[in-house]
Protein backbone atom coordinates (compact mmCIF):
# COMPACT_ATOMS: atom_id res chain seq x y z
CA UNK A 1 0.00 0.00 0.00
CA UNK A 2 2.65 1.98 1.04
CA UNK A 3 4.52 1.61 -2.18
CA UNK A 4 1.39 2.27 -4.41
CA UNK A 5 1.16 5.52 -2.16
CA UNK A 6 4.34 6.52 -3.00
CA UNK A 7 4.24 5.88 -6.88
CA UNK A 8 1.11 8.11 -7.44
CA UNK A 9 2.69 10.63 -5.62
CA UNK A 10 5.81 10.12 -8.19
CA UNK A 11 3.52 10.09 -10.82
CA UNK A 12 2.21 13.58 -9.66
CA UNK A 13 5.01 14.85 -9.33
CA UNK A 14 6.49 14.25 -12.39
CA UNK A 15 3.18 15.33 -14.09
CA UNK A 16 3.14 18.64 -12.15
CA UNK A 17 6.94 19.21 -13.12
CA UNK A 18 6.45 17.99 -16.67
CA UNK A 19 3.18 20.28 -17.13
CA UNK A 20 5.31 23.32 -15.22
CA UNK A 21 8.05 22.51 -17.94
CA UNK A 22 5.84 22.90 -21.10
CA UNK A 23 3.94 26.04 -19.47
CA UNK A 24 7.06 27.71 -18.99
CA UNK A 25 8.56 26.38 -22.98
CA UNK A 26 4.94 28.13 -24.54
CA UNK A 27 5.31 30.92 -22.32
CA UNK A 28 8.98 31.29 -24.28
CA UNK A 29 7.82 30.20 -27.52
CA UNK A 30 4.63 33.21 -27.10
CA UNK A 31 7.05 35.56 -26.58
CA UNK A 32 9.07 34.60 -29.30
CA UNK A 33 6.36 35.07 -31.63
CA UNK A 34 5.15 38.30 -30.04
CA UNK A 35 8.30 39.64 -31.17
CA UNK A 36 8.24 37.81 -34.36
CA UNK A 37 4.68 39.41 -34.81
CA UNK A 38 6.28 42.89 -33.85
CA UNK A 39 9.01 42.49 -36.71
CA UNK A 40 6.67 41.75 -39.11
CA UNK A 41 4.45 44.78 -38.64
CA UNK A 42 7.92 46.89 -38.39
CA UNK A 43 8.79 45.39 -41.58
CA UNK A 44 5.02 46.11 -43.46
CA UNK A 45 5.51 49.96 -42.17
CA UNK A 46 8.79 50.10 -44.09
CA UNK A 47 7.66 48.40 -46.68
CA UNK A 48 4.53 50.32 -46.96
CA UNK A 49 6.68 53.77 -46.65
CA UNK A 50 9.54 52.51 -49.36
CA UNK A 51 6.17 51.64 -51.95
CA UNK A 52 5.02 55.53 -51.07
CA UNK A 53 9.00 56.89 -51.62
CA UNK A 54 8.76 54.60 -54.76
CA UNK A 55 5.58 55.57 -56.49
CA UNK A 56 6.76 59.81 -55.20
CA UNK A 57 10.09 59.76 -56.71
CA UNK A 58 9.24 59.37 -60.16
CA UNK A 59 7.06 62.89 -59.75
CA UNK A 60 9.86 64.05 -57.67
CA UNK A 61 12.40 63.65 -60.12
CA UNK A 62 10.36 65.05 -62.76
CA UNK A 63 9.84 68.06 -60.84
CA UNK A 64 13.55 68.43 -60.04
CA UNK A 65 14.21 67.77 -63.76
CA UNK A 66 11.75 71.12 -64.92
CA UNK A 67 13.57 72.57 -62.47
CA UNK A 68 16.69 72.15 -63.11
CA UNK A 69 15.70 73.40 -66.68
CA UNK A 70 14.17 76.28 -65.58
CA UNK A 71 16.85 77.79 -63.12
CA UNK A 72 18.14 79.23 -66.46
CA UNK A 73 15.46 81.81 -66.06
CA UNK A 74 16.01 82.50 -62.53
CA UNK A 75 19.39 82.70 -62.76
CA UNK A 76 17.99 86.00 -66.13
CA UNK A 77 15.71 86.96 -63.67
CA UNK A 78 16.89 87.33 -60.15
CA UNK A 79 19.92 90.06 -59.61
CA UNK A 80 23.13 88.85 -59.07
CA UNK A 81 25.48 90.15 -56.82
CA UNK A 82 27.24 92.73 -59.26
CA UNK A 83 23.41 93.80 -60.07
CA UNK A 84 23.10 94.87 -56.82
CA UNK A 85 26.32 96.79 -57.09
CA UNK A 86 24.62 98.60 -59.70
CA UNK A 87 21.30 98.60 -59.00
CA UNK A 88 21.39 102.43 -56.73
CA UNK A 89 23.06 104.34 -59.93
CA UNK A 90 20.29 102.40 -61.94
CA UNK A 91 17.85 104.52 -59.62
CA UNK A 92 19.47 107.07 -60.40
CA UNK A 93 19.47 107.12 -63.75
CA UNK A 94 15.87 105.87 -63.72
CA UNK A 95 14.99 109.16 -61.56
CA UNK A 96 16.55 111.47 -63.88
CA UNK A 97 15.46 109.89 -67.22
CA UNK A 98 11.97 110.11 -65.77
CA UNK A 99 12.15 114.13 -64.60
CA UNK A 100 12.00 113.30 -60.63
CA UNK A 101 14.19 114.61 -58.35
CA UNK A 102 15.88 111.63 -56.00
CA UNK A 103 16.44 113.02 -52.79
CA UNK A 104 17.19 109.58 -50.77
CA UNK A 105 18.02 106.21 -51.68
CA UNK A 106 18.21 103.34 -48.52
CA UNK A 107 18.92 100.15 -48.00
CA UNK A 108 16.73 98.26 -45.34
CA UNK A 109 18.31 96.48 -43.15
CA UNK A 110 18.20 92.75 -43.02
CA UNK A 111 14.97 92.38 -40.41
CA UNK A 112 15.75 88.35 -39.42
CA UNK A 113 19.59 89.85 -37.91
CA UNK A 114 21.38 87.09 -39.25
CA UNK A 115 19.13 84.48 -37.23
CA UNK A 116 17.12 81.74 -38.72
CA UNK A 117 18.82 79.64 -41.06
CA UNK A 118 20.11 80.64 -44.41
CA UNK A 119 17.98 80.38 -47.58
CA UNK A 120 18.65 80.20 -50.93
CA UNK A 121 16.42 82.98 -51.53
CA UNK A 122 17.09 86.44 -50.15
CA UNK A 123 14.99 89.50 -50.18
CA UNK A 124 16.75 92.93 -50.78
CA UNK A 125 14.81 95.97 -49.66
CA UNK A 126 15.30 99.40 -50.59
CA UNK A 127 13.45 103.08 -49.93
CA UNK A 128 13.60 105.66 -52.32
CA UNK A 129 12.44 109.04 -51.49
CA UNK A 130 11.50 111.32 -54.88
CA UNK A 131 10.27 114.37 -55.67
CA UNK A 132 7.67 115.24 -58.95
CA UNK A 133 4.71 114.97 -60.62
CA UNK A 134 2.36 112.59 -59.92
CA UNK A 135 3.15 110.91 -64.33
CA UNK A 136 7.08 111.07 -63.76
CA UNK A 137 6.26 109.51 -61.19
CA UNK A 138 4.53 106.33 -63.21
CA UNK A 139 7.33 107.16 -65.73
CA UNK A 140 9.91 105.94 -62.77
CA UNK A 141 7.54 102.53 -61.93
CA UNK A 142 7.57 102.26 -65.54
CA UNK A 143 11.45 101.94 -65.61
CA UNK A 144 11.54 100.18 -62.40
CA UNK A 145 8.93 97.03 -64.07
CA UNK A 146 11.14 96.79 -67.06
CA UNK A 147 14.27 96.44 -65.36
CA UNK A 148 16.54 93.93 -66.72
CA UNK A 149 16.00 92.44 -63.30
CA UNK A 150 13.39 91.23 -61.21
CA UNK A 151 12.50 94.48 -59.08
CA UNK A 152 8.61 94.77 -56.97
CA UNK A 153 7.37 97.74 -55.30
CA UNK A 154 4.86 96.55 -52.50
CA UNK A 155 3.95 99.79 -51.57
CA UNK A 156 4.53 103.94 -52.14
CA UNK A 157 3.06 106.46 -50.09
CA UNK A 158 2.42 110.36 -51.84
CA UNK A 159 2.10 113.27 -50.17
CA UNK A 160 0.87 116.02 -52.77
CA UNK A 161 2.51 119.28 -53.21
CA UNK A 162 0.88 122.34 -52.06
CA UNK A 163 -0.95 124.95 -54.25
CA UNK A 164 1.07 127.43 -52.98
CA UNK A 165 4.42 125.57 -53.95
CA UNK A 166 2.47 124.60 -57.42
CA UNK A 167 1.77 128.35 -58.11
CA UNK A 168 6.14 129.41 -57.34
CA UNK A 169 7.55 126.30 -59.03
CA UNK A 170 5.35 126.13 -61.82
CA UNK A 171 4.99 122.45 -61.53
CA UNK A 172 3.80 119.93 -58.85
CA UNK A 173 6.41 118.40 -56.49
CA UNK A 174 4.41 115.73 -54.99
CA UNK A 175 6.47 114.21 -52.33
CA UNK A 176 7.11 110.15 -52.54
CA UNK A 177 8.17 107.47 -50.70
CA UNK A 178 8.57 104.06 -53.06
CA UNK A 179 10.01 100.37 -51.22
CA UNK A 180 11.60 98.14 -53.91
CA UNK A 181 12.68 94.70 -52.96
CA UNK A 182 14.28 91.98 -54.99
CA UNK A 183 15.70 88.94 -54.08
CA UNK A 184 19.19 87.03 -54.81
CA UNK A 185 19.92 83.36 -54.98
CA UNK A 186 22.47 81.52 -54.24
CA UNK A 187 22.77 77.57 -53.44
CA UNK A 188 23.57 76.44 -50.51
CA UNK A 189 27.30 75.25 -50.72
CA UNK A 190 28.09 71.39 -49.88
CA UNK A 191 25.17 70.15 -52.20
CA UNK A 192 25.74 67.94 -54.62
CA UNK A 193 23.23 67.00 -57.76
CA UNK A 194 21.58 63.80 -57.72
CA UNK A 195 22.76 62.42 -60.70
CA UNK A 196 19.44 61.49 -62.80
CA UNK A 197 19.30 58.38 -64.89
CA UNK A 198 18.40 58.90 -68.69
CA UNK A 199 17.86 62.51 -67.96
CA UNK A 200 17.48 63.83 -71.50
CA UNK A 201 14.91 61.45 -72.48
CA UNK A 202 13.07 62.34 -69.61
CA UNK A 203 13.68 66.00 -70.28
CA UNK A 204 12.23 66.01 -73.74
CA UNK A 205 9.61 64.02 -72.59
CA UNK A 206 8.89 67.08 -70.26
CA UNK A 207 9.28 69.60 -72.78
CA UNK A 208 5.99 71.10 -72.66
CA UNK A 209 5.59 71.23 -68.79
CA UNK A 210 9.41 73.11 -68.98
CA UNK A 211 7.91 75.42 -71.37
CA UNK A 212 5.00 76.12 -69.51
CA UNK A 213 7.17 77.05 -66.33
CA UNK A 214 9.28 79.13 -68.21
CA UNK A 215 6.84 81.06 -69.66
CA UNK A 216 5.00 81.76 -66.65
CA UNK A 217 8.24 83.04 -65.04
CA UNK A 218 8.55 85.25 -68.26
CA UNK A 219 7.13 88.78 -66.98
CA UNK A 220 5.97 91.17 -70.40
CA UNK A 221 7.47 94.40 -70.99
CA UNK A 222 4.93 97.23 -71.10
CA UNK A 223 6.34 100.89 -72.28
CA UNK A 224 4.47 103.68 -70.48
CA UNK A 225 3.10 106.25 -72.73
CA UNK A 226 2.65 109.51 -70.56
CA UNK A 227 -0.66 111.22 -68.85
CA UNK A 228 -2.58 110.40 -72.24
CA UNK A 229 -4.74 113.67 -71.31
CA UNK A 230 -5.00 113.00 -67.60
CA UNK A 231 -4.84 115.04 -64.77
CA UNK A 232 -3.10 114.60 -61.62
CA UNK A 233 -5.64 113.96 -58.96
CA UNK A 234 -3.20 115.12 -56.10
CA UNK A 235 -3.67 118.76 -57.61
CA UNK A 236 -6.50 121.05 -56.90
CA UNK A 237 -7.67 121.56 -60.40
CA UNK A 238 -9.00 124.87 -59.42
CA UNK A 239 -6.94 128.05 -61.28
CA UNK A 240 -7.47 131.58 -60.49
CA UNK A 241 -9.01 133.58 -62.89
CA UNK A 242 -6.99 136.19 -63.68
CA UNK A 243 -2.74 135.93 -63.56
CA UNK A 244 -0.87 137.97 -61.21
CA UNK A 245 1.28 139.74 -64.22
CA UNK A 246 -1.54 140.44 -66.68
CA UNK A 247 -1.94 138.37 -69.65
CA UNK A 248 -5.19 136.24 -70.77
CA UNK A 249 -7.14 135.00 -68.07
CA UNK A 250 -5.45 131.69 -66.59
CA UNK A 251 -8.00 129.38 -68.41
CA UNK A 252 -7.25 130.86 -71.81
CA UNK A 253 -3.28 130.57 -71.08
CA UNK A 254 -3.37 126.93 -69.83
CA UNK A 255 -5.28 126.15 -73.18
CA UNK A 256 -3.18 128.10 -75.78
CA UNK A 257 -0.18 126.09 -73.85
CA UNK A 258 -2.15 122.75 -74.37
CA UNK A 259 -2.46 123.62 -77.92
CA UNK A 260 1.08 124.77 -77.99
CA UNK A 261 1.90 121.60 -76.77
CA UNK A 262 -0.37 119.35 -78.79
CA UNK A 263 1.45 121.17 -81.81
CA UNK A 264 4.61 120.36 -80.71
CA UNK A 265 3.99 116.11 -80.14
CA UNK A 266 2.64 116.25 -83.08
CA UNK A 267 5.95 117.55 -84.74
CA UNK A 268 8.26 115.08 -82.62
CA UNK A 269 5.77 112.34 -84.19
CA UNK A 270 6.47 113.57 -86.96
CA UNK A 271 10.31 113.53 -86.73
CA UNK A 272 10.01 110.04 -85.74
CA UNK A 273 8.23 109.43 -89.26
CA UNK A 274 10.98 111.07 -91.15
CA UNK A 275 13.54 108.90 -89.41
CA UNK A 276 11.44 105.88 -89.86
CA UNK A 277 10.47 106.17 -93.70
CA UNK A 278 11.19 103.50 -95.89
CA UNK A 279 13.37 105.07 -98.72
CA UNK A 280 14.45 108.02 -99.46
CA UNK A 281 11.43 110.25 -101.30
CA UNK A 282 9.32 109.08 -98.81
CA UNK A 283 11.42 111.04 -95.96
CA UNK A 284 12.25 114.14 -98.20
CA UNK A 285 8.11 114.48 -98.41
CA UNK A 286 8.08 113.71 -94.40
CA UNK A 287 10.64 115.78 -93.66
CA UNK A 288 8.67 118.73 -95.67
CA UNK A 289 5.28 118.11 -93.71
CA UNK A 290 7.81 118.51 -90.58
CA UNK A 291 8.64 122.03 -92.03
CA UNK A 292 5.59 122.94 -92.55
CA UNK A 293 4.40 122.37 -89.46
CA UNK A 294 7.29 123.64 -87.23
CA UNK A 295 6.40 126.80 -89.60
CA UNK A 296 2.75 127.13 -87.67
CA UNK A 297 4.36 126.39 -84.49
CA UNK A 298 6.62 129.24 -84.73
CA UNK A 299 4.00 131.82 -85.81
CA UNK A 300 2.13 130.72 -83.10
CA UNK A 301 4.85 131.40 -80.68
CA UNK A 302 5.50 134.49 -82.08
CA UNK A 303 2.34 135.71 -81.32
CA UNK A 304 2.19 134.31 -77.67
CA UNK A 305 5.72 136.12 -77.08
CA UNK A 306 5.08 139.55 -79.01
CA UNK A 307 1.78 139.75 -76.91
CA UNK A 308 3.20 138.13 -73.04
CA UNK A 309 -0.11 136.44 -72.86
CA UNK A 310 1.49 133.56 -70.68
CA UNK A 311 2.13 134.73 -67.05
CA UNK A 312 0.67 132.10 -65.13
CA UNK A 313 3.97 130.37 -63.60
CA UNK A 314 2.65 126.50 -64.15
CA UNK A 315 1.73 127.28 -67.62
CA UNK A 316 4.74 129.01 -68.13
CA UNK A 317 6.56 126.14 -67.30
CA UNK A 318 4.83 123.71 -69.51
CA UNK A 319 5.61 126.27 -72.07
CA UNK A 320 9.00 125.51 -71.13
CA UNK A 321 9.20 121.62 -71.01
CA UNK A 322 5.95 120.51 -73.53
CA UNK A 323 6.69 123.17 -76.17
CA UNK A 324 10.55 125.20 -76.29
CA UNK A 325 12.05 121.98 -75.54
CA UNK A 326 10.74 119.59 -78.00
CA UNK A 327 11.20 122.52 -80.43
CA UNK A 328 14.82 123.52 -79.69
CA UNK A 329 15.59 119.64 -79.87
CA UNK A 330 13.73 119.23 -83.27
CA UNK A 331 16.18 122.53 -84.49
CA UNK A 332 19.55 120.66 -83.85
CA UNK A 333 18.20 116.92 -85.22
CA UNK A 334 17.20 119.00 -88.45
CA UNK A 335 20.43 121.21 -88.41
CA UNK A 336 23.04 118.23 -87.31
CA UNK A 337 20.99 115.81 -90.29
CA UNK A 338 21.09 118.58 -93.15
CA UNK A 339 24.69 119.79 -92.48
CA UNK A 340 25.73 116.35 -94.02
CA UNK A 341 24.02 116.59 -97.23
CA UNK A 342 22.14 113.61 -98.85
CA UNK A 343 24.31 110.27 -99.92
CA UNK A 344 25.48 109.36 -103.02
CA UNK A 345 22.90 106.30 -103.00
CA UNK A 346 20.28 108.65 -101.99
CA UNK A 347 21.29 111.27 -104.71
CA UNK A 348 21.40 108.38 -107.17
CA UNK A 349 17.94 106.89 -106.28
CA UNK A 350 16.85 110.52 -106.33
CA UNK A 351 17.86 110.62 -110.31
CA UNK A 352 16.71 107.60 -111.03
CA UNK A 353 13.19 108.53 -109.44
CA UNK A 354 12.90 111.45 -111.18
CA UNK A 355 14.11 109.91 -114.98
CA UNK A 356 11.46 107.63 -114.31
CA UNK A 357 8.30 110.18 -113.65
CA UNK A 358 9.71 111.96 -116.95
CA UNK A 359 9.78 109.22 -118.94
CA UNK A 360 6.22 108.06 -118.40
CA UNK A 361 4.87 111.85 -118.94
CA UNK A 362 4.85 112.45 -114.79
CA UNK A 363 6.36 115.87 -115.06
CA UNK A 364 4.59 117.09 -111.89
CA UNK A 365 5.09 113.68 -109.50
CA UNK A 366 8.89 114.28 -111.06
CA UNK A 367 8.66 117.99 -109.60
CA UNK A 368 7.43 117.05 -106.02
CA UNK A 369 10.63 114.72 -105.62
CA UNK A 370 12.75 117.57 -106.52
CA UNK A 371 10.81 120.31 -104.34
CA UNK A 372 11.96 118.88 -100.85
CA UNK A 373 15.61 118.85 -101.89
CA UNK A 374 16.34 122.38 -102.72
CA UNK A 375 18.45 123.04 -99.56
CA UNK A 376 20.27 120.10 -99.46
CA UNK A 377 21.59 119.33 -102.83
CA UNK A 378 23.33 123.05 -101.75
CA UNK A 379 25.44 121.23 -99.26
CA UNK A 380 26.64 118.56 -101.49
CA UNK A 381 28.63 121.49 -103.73
CA UNK A 382 31.85 120.76 -102.36
CA UNK A 383 31.94 116.62 -103.16
CA UNK A 384 32.46 116.61 -106.74
CA UNK A 385 31.37 113.12 -107.07
CA UNK A 386 27.98 113.50 -105.25
CA UNK A 387 28.06 117.46 -106.88
CA UNK A 388 27.63 115.81 -110.34
CA UNK A 389 24.76 113.58 -109.50
CA UNK A 390 22.85 116.65 -108.25
CA UNK A 391 23.56 118.76 -111.10
CA UNK A 392 22.46 116.32 -112.72
CA UNK A 393 19.24 116.26 -110.52
CA UNK A 394 18.70 120.14 -111.00
CA UNK A 395 18.55 119.88 -114.97
CA UNK A 396 16.18 116.75 -114.65
CA UNK A 397 13.88 119.61 -112.73
CA UNK A 398 14.57 121.75 -115.01
CA UNK A 399 13.36 119.34 -117.88
CA UNK A 400 10.33 118.61 -115.98
CA UNK A 401 9.29 122.06 -115.41
CA UNK A 402 9.77 122.86 -119.25
CA UNK A 403 7.48 120.10 -120.12
CA UNK A 404 4.75 120.45 -117.80
CA UNK A 405 4.64 124.00 -118.70
CA UNK A 406 4.99 123.45 -122.73
CA UNK A 407 1.98 120.25 -122.51
CA UNK A 408 0.19 123.13 -120.57
CA UNK A 409 0.37 125.57 -123.58
CA UNK A 410 -2.87 125.35 -125.29
CA UNK A 411 -2.19 124.81 -129.44
CA UNK A 412 -4.92 123.91 -132.23
CA UNK A 413 -4.08 122.39 -134.98
CA UNK A 414 -6.48 122.73 -138.00
CA UNK A 415 -3.94 121.90 -140.67
CA UNK A 416 -1.07 121.63 -142.46
CA UNK A 417 0.11 122.30 -146.54
CA UNK A 418 3.55 121.21 -148.34
CA UNK A 419 4.45 123.04 -151.70
CA UNK A 420 8.08 121.82 -152.60
CA UNK A 421 10.27 122.37 -149.30
CA UNK A 422 7.84 125.58 -148.10
CA UNK A 423 5.48 123.79 -145.46
CA UNK A 424 2.80 125.86 -143.68
CA UNK A 425 0.55 124.58 -140.76
CA UNK A 426 -2.50 126.60 -139.56
CA UNK A 427 -2.10 127.09 -135.48
CA UNK A 428 -4.92 128.52 -133.23
CA UNK A 429 -6.31 129.65 -136.56
CA UNK A 430 -3.37 131.21 -138.47
CA UNK A 431 -0.98 129.65 -140.91
CA UNK A 432 2.35 129.31 -139.60
CA UNK A 433 5.57 128.42 -141.16
CA UNK A 434 9.31 127.64 -139.82
CA UNK A 435 10.46 130.41 -137.66
CA UNK A 436 7.29 132.01 -136.89
CA UNK A 437 6.59 132.89 -133.00
CA UNK A 438 3.09 131.44 -132.17
CA UNK A 439 3.24 133.10 -128.73
CA UNK A 440 6.23 135.11 -126.98
CA UNK A 441 8.83 132.20 -125.86
CA UNK A 442 7.34 129.94 -128.41
CA UNK A 443 8.63 129.38 -131.98
CA UNK A 444 8.13 126.42 -134.58
CA UNK A 445 11.32 124.98 -135.51
CA UNK A 446 10.04 122.47 -138.19
CA UNK A 447 6.71 120.99 -139.76
CA UNK A 448 6.32 117.24 -140.73
CA UNK A 449 3.77 115.64 -141.70
CA UNK A 450 1.60 115.35 -138.42
CA UNK A 451 3.52 116.83 -135.77
CA UNK A 452 5.19 120.21 -135.77
CA UNK A 453 9.16 120.78 -133.78
CA UNK A 454 9.07 123.97 -131.29
CA UNK A 455 12.11 125.69 -129.81
CA UNK A 456 11.29 126.22 -126.09
CA UNK A 457 13.21 127.62 -123.43
CA UNK A 458 16.27 126.22 -125.07
CA UNK A 459 14.71 123.00 -125.77
CA UNK A 460 13.19 121.09 -129.19
CA UNK A 461 10.05 119.97 -128.43
CA UNK A 462 7.39 118.17 -130.54
CA UNK A 463 4.09 118.25 -130.98
CA UNK A 464 1.69 115.66 -132.68
CA UNK A 465 -1.32 116.67 -134.30
Do not use: C
Not at 431 to 439: K, L, N
Amino acid sequence: MDKDKRLWIGIGVGTLLLGGGLGTLIYLKQGDIEEARTEVANLETQIEKARKTLEGTAALEQEVIVLREVSTVIDQILPSVEDLNELNDDFHQYATDAHVRATAFKLKPDRSGGRGPKLDFEKVGYTLNLEGGIFEFLDFLNRIENHRRFLAVPSFKVSSSTRQDIDRLGEARHQIQVDVETYTFSSQAGLTPVNIEGYERKRDLLAAEINRRRKALTVGRYDYRGDRGRRDPWIDPRVPELGDDGGMPVPDQLAKVEELAGMAAEAVAQWEAVENAQNVLDRMLKKDELQAMLGSLDEELRRVEASGAITYAPAQKRMESDVYEPRSMLAEKLDSGSGMGLSLAELETIRDTMTHHIERGEYELALQVYGPLTQDLEYVAGDPVRSEVADVIAELAVEAETLRDFNAIELEFSGSFFIGDKAAVVINGLPRTVGDEVQPGLEIAAIRENEVDFYFRGFVLTRVY
